[in-house]
T-cell receptor, first 113, second 116 residues
């Protein structure tokens, strides 16, 4: 079975500061990993995905994430936060042999002016 | 194609009433998922279709919940005799899957259900 753990349910950063949202996964087979963003009363929008190609994955809106197998991590980063980045972020895992996407509990990002 | 669409976006119903939600997936996607999301939580898996076949239903779902995907196109999720605990955002997603790979899941905007 797969699972993800997101450390920190709330993260606050100043505008222009580095954004780091943490995700650790558990999977007995090679995982596919995803980061989604959700704005209030909206669905989930895909930011980026890791599907066993390059370990450093670039996504939309300047976000990127690095797959580290030794640390079972897939942390999301952005060099400089914008006010528009304030939202909830979810890490998710699936595998090629399954169909469920298992989500973490989310991290709410607040960007301070 | 404009993505996954869900209807309605919001639904307020009285306890005990039945409600039905519709999801139209991306047209070439063969997999369709229903998830439920409560405040402050991540989406929880409810059920999954491969084409028209419902292959799994979560133990989270009581017998009051039923989903269909006739002809492998749109899907409906019905909740009978709604309870206040059913209040949540219901998310539909679709993906294209083959033996070798899964694409990412694309989500709709969700249906916000409030049971009063």
């Amino acid at each position: 079975a797969q699972s993800v753990t997101q450390l920190g349910s709330h993260v606050s950063v100043s505008e222009g500061a580095l954004v780091l949202l943490r995700c650790n996964y558990s999977s007995s087979v090679p995982p596919y990993l995803f980061w989604y963003v959700q704005y209030p009363n909206q669905g989930l929008q895909l930011l980026l995905k890791y599907t066993s190609a390059a370990t450093l994955v670039k996504g939309i809106n300047g976000f990127e994430a690095e797959f580290k197998k030794s640390e079972t991590s897939f942390h999301l980063t952005k060099p400089s936060a914008h006010m528009s980045d304030a939202a909830e972020y979810f890490c998710a895992v699936t595998t090629s042999g399954t169909y469920k996407y298992i989500f973490g509990t989310g991290t709410r990002l607040k960007v301070l002016a | 194609d404009t993505g996954v669409s869900q209807d309605p976006r919001h639904k307020i119903t009285k306890r005990g009433q039945n409600v039905t939600f519709r999801c139209d997936p991306i047209s070439e996607h063969n997999r369709l998922y229903w998830y439920r999301q409560t405040l402050g939580q991540g989406p929880e898996f409810l059920t999954y279709f491969q084409n028209e076949a419902q292959l799994e239903k979560s133990r989270l779902l009581s017998d009051r919940f039923s989903a269909e995907r006739p002809k492998g196109s749109f899907s409906t999720l019905e909740i009978q005799r709604t309870e206040q605990g059913d209040s949540a955002m219901y998310l539909c997603a679709s993906s294209l899957a083959s033996l070798r790979r899964n694409t990412e899941a694309f989500f709709g905007q969700g249906t916000r259900l409030t049971v009063v």
